[in-house]
């Protein structure tokens, strides 16, 4: 087991601050990333992970994509901290370095498990939900929001032979944060779907840290009317509500007030002032975001099912014309936004 | 616009790609580089790129030169993309650019192996278009390509396995044309398996003796070791329903029997497209201590002939000496000869 030779596959903000905990523990871990100045900055003076009341810094093994080619040894465990739309690609990327019995853990956001399985067999997959707040504003340096000690990893598996793994993989993610281990990996992923259709896009789309934008008015109806599609299109496929991110069975009993539920506990326990979302910081960096993933899959699904989404939809329009570079993100979106929906 | 009027990237601009592209560029198309290696993408965008042909050198500015992590941040969509990277990088590579290609557009693989199945399975068989690629070159410094065979000495082959496909392939030919000459075949996949028949003697073997690949045949028993490579490609390649077809410029009248023909076509490589210095990509990817090759070429042939119950004694060799080479259980070299051509007596 200590010889157990780990890859983290995307070591931007989120996978960089777990990469850091498991070589800060010792473990045979290899930081495979695609920006070139942030495999130079953590090569030259290593990691820097800032967090609220303690800063960690390491020495990692770094590894740029394009240097993939020239490994040798297998992994038995990759944790992949890529952006949802990348999964499938990075999945096959790493496939030829995965070993025959090793794990592929989408450690990320979307219904990325049965893309992955469909790359590396669902017996090599593990599906994860992550809650972890960080930014990483210049190479080498993270700014994490969310210490070890409020960082929350749930995972489970789709495929019975998967089963006995998922011990691996919680046991490495236990140095990041506290691991729950769950049976239903989709329905599980599907309330994080929830909680990021309520509050990624649209308050990326006010161009607000999470926390300014909610009192936006009329944006928390936005919000909320986003995150209940999700919760019917979810219930059309057959996904049970769960008593995850601070709530509890009775909260999930009651499908009317779950999801204003869900965004305040959310907001009480995990949104850190000045924290921006992971779709904001895409934008500022001129970068595609995972609405797609999110409150697409939402409109797909919901289309799918025979479930109407119109206040998804409106949020994945205005969300593309900000991509095209139609408008910025800003509070006057709002109006487009209530207009759309 | 460019006088094509397409929107054209280079997926993968090593030796190969960087030398076609710069072809494309001068000739005023619209063409973004995409490239994994970055201290390459640097040197290009600093200095342009430049190509060492036998006769002369050209440095031209690349427009666009992105790095693979850049990819994100497109907001256009591609026409035409052309695929260079290693047959073992197809799927991924595919993968990454998919959401950038045009619902009309293609994607052309310009590789060894048979990628035109992987190229299809990501972006559908109406918008994959395979392609031979016969041209020497090599790049061992960022931002510097020798291309060994110029333009007039370079040869492709281009074909859709879909009639959709196939009805876009003169828009590539008229683009690729720049960087050499292009024929639109009906049966692209016949043509690839021709090429993989010069490639299952050529690629390997040379790379296990460390010898450039007009050193090695001229080493005693190596000529003919790679033609028995190529004789079982060959038969690997009917095995699989292709055809023997002529490529490099061969007529239908130079098309003889599977054992002769693999000869003839190992014969026009050392010919017509390779120089005294030549090293095959499988020897430049071992000298940079990258994956080669090897699996998508003798892997292939010993592959499909087991299918069909027949084996590929000289194909199964060379796969084991560069898996053993790849593992560091074997050092390649000279040396490797006597055992190169000791093949493993079968068992029983």
Known sequence: MSDQKIAILGSGANGASIGADLTAAGLDVTLIEQWPAHVEAMRASGLTIEMPDTTLHVEPRTMHLCEVATLRARFDVVLMLMKAYDSVWA???IRPYLAEDGILAGVQNGMSTDAIASV?????????????????????????????????????????????????????????????????????KWMKLISNATVLVPTAIVGLPMFDAITLPRLREVMVGAGREARDVGAAAGYPLLPIFGLSAEDVAQPDSVVDTLLDELYERFVLPGATTTVLQDWTKNRHSEVDDINGTVVSEGARLGVPTPVNSAVVEVAHRIERGEMDPGPANLDALLRLS | MSPLGKKIAFVGTGAQGSGIGADLIRAGLDVTFIEQWPAHVEAMRARGIEVRLPLETVITPVPTALHLCEVAALREKFDIVFVLVKAYDTRWTVELIRPYLADDGVVVGLQNGMSIDDIAAVVGPERTIGAVIEMASNMYEPGVVTRQNAPENSWFALGGVHPEAQRRAPDVQEALQHAGTVEVTDDIRSSKWMKLVANAGELVPSAILDEALADAVRMP????????????????AVADGSRLV??????????????????????????????????????????????SEYLEVNGLVVDVLARTGEVAPYNAHTVELARRIEAGELERGPQNLDLLLTLPVPAG
């Open chain 2, 221 to 236: 028993g190596v000529h003919e070791f790679m033609v028995e490579c190529g004789k079982e490609a060959a038969r690997a």
């Open chain 1, 120 to 188: 590396v067999g669902p017996g090599r997959t593990m599906g994860t939900v992550i809650e972890i707040s960080s930014t990483m504003s210049e190479p080498g340096v993270v700014r994490r929001h969310s210490g070890p000690a409020r960082s929350w990893f749930a995972i489970g598996s789709i495929d019975p032979s998967a089963e006995p793994r998922r011990e691996d993989v919680a046991k490495l993610l236990r140095h990041s944060g506290t691991v729950e281990i769950v049976d239903d990996i989709r329905a599980t």
């Open chain 2, 246 to 291: 002529p490529i490099f410029g061969l007529t239908a009248e130079q098309v003889t029997g599977p054992e002769q023909y693999a000869a003839d076509l190992l014969g026009e490589v050392l010919d017509k497209y390779s120089l005294p210095d030549t090293r095959t990509t499988v020897l430049q990817d071992w000298m940079k201590g990258r994956h």
């Open chain 1, 91 to 93: 999945a096959e990327l």
